[in-house]
């Protein structure tokens, strides 16, 4: 038996899941307001940071602060270029500083592209599976290539559970799953961009085929965020329910 958070953090991101052995993190914004649902004894198996803005991996200054201690270490495999203006060179030092705190203590430290097969897992740990549906390495090597194409794009695989966490992946970086990838997601699918237009890629959403959506967010942090036209097109193609943490506070799913 294990769950999943999409916890409400305002116009950021962080999930956490849990299975009877393990605790993983899918970004940590604000992720102090819910130690309650951290383990004990501070260690985390896993922590996923799908991309390096602080709304996103801010969380990882409390866990070293708390002296949390973690794993492995999952985060995009951007690297920023000079006057690159889609993530501030602040945000870009601050995440390299908490990364190398995390490897300097033992913890594994990936940036891995989307892999080449889906045959096997890309990893198998404690009760979860993961894959890397993106970023496709064409993109990442491309000379107009941003952070939010080279966003992380995991699908979590929980016993009969799948979920899909897009982070802030762009149009780009969603577009080319949609045309790539079969049976990428079929139950839950954590929306990128926090509700904006530029994640709600029409094929995308459409071949996803989700019975749920999660939309983390937070109206009045961001011009035409949650966007009406996105916020549509998500119930329109969602099976189920759509879950807004800003409408529905924290949303949990047990597997």
């Not at 993983?24 to 985390?44: A, E, N, Q, R, T």
């Not at 006057?83 to 203590?105: C, I, M, P, R």
């Not at 889906?118 to 894959?131: I, P």
């Not at 996803?208 to 939309?215: G, L, P």
Request: hydrophobic letters at 35%.
């Amino acid at each position: 038996m294990g769950s999943i958070h999409f916890l409400s953090v305002g116009c950021g991101d962080a999930s956490i899941i849990t299975t009877d052995a393990a605790t993983f993190l899918v970004d940590c914004y604000g992720i102090g307001d819910y130690s309650h649902l951290l383990p004990d004894d501070k260690h985390l198996c896993g922590v996923f940071i799908t991309h390096q803005h602080s709304d996103h991996y801010a969380g990882l200054r409390y866990l070293k602060d708390e002296g949390y201690t973690i794993d492995c270490l999952v985060c995009s495999p951007y690297v920023r270029r000079n006057g690159d203006k889609s993530v501030t060179e602040s945000e870009w030092n601050e995440f390299n500083e908490l990364k190398a705190y995390f490897k300097g203590n033992g913890t594994k430290v990936y940036a891995p592209a989307r892999q080449e097969s889906f045959r096997e897992r890309w990893w198998s740990a404690n009760g979860a599976d993961f894959e890397i549906i993106g970023p496709a390495q064409s993109l990442i090597e491309s000379d107009t290539c941003d952070i939010h194409d080279a966003s992380l794009v995991v699908k979590a695989v929980l016993g009969k559970r799948r979920c899909l966490f897009t982070g802030d992946a762009s149009g780009a970086n969603l577009e080319f799953i949609a045309g790539n990838t079969s049976n990428y997601c079929n139950d839950i699918l954590h929306a990128s961009q926090h509700g904006s237009l530029d994640g709600a890629n029409l094929s995308f959403i459409k071949k996803c085929n989700a019975k749920y959506t999660v939309i983390s967010t937070k109206s009045g942090v961001y011009d035409s965020i949650p966007d009406g036209a996105a916020l549509s097109l998500y119930s329109e193609h969602t099976k189920d329910d759509v879950f807004r943490t800003d409408r529905d506070s924290t949303v949990t799913f047990t597997f």
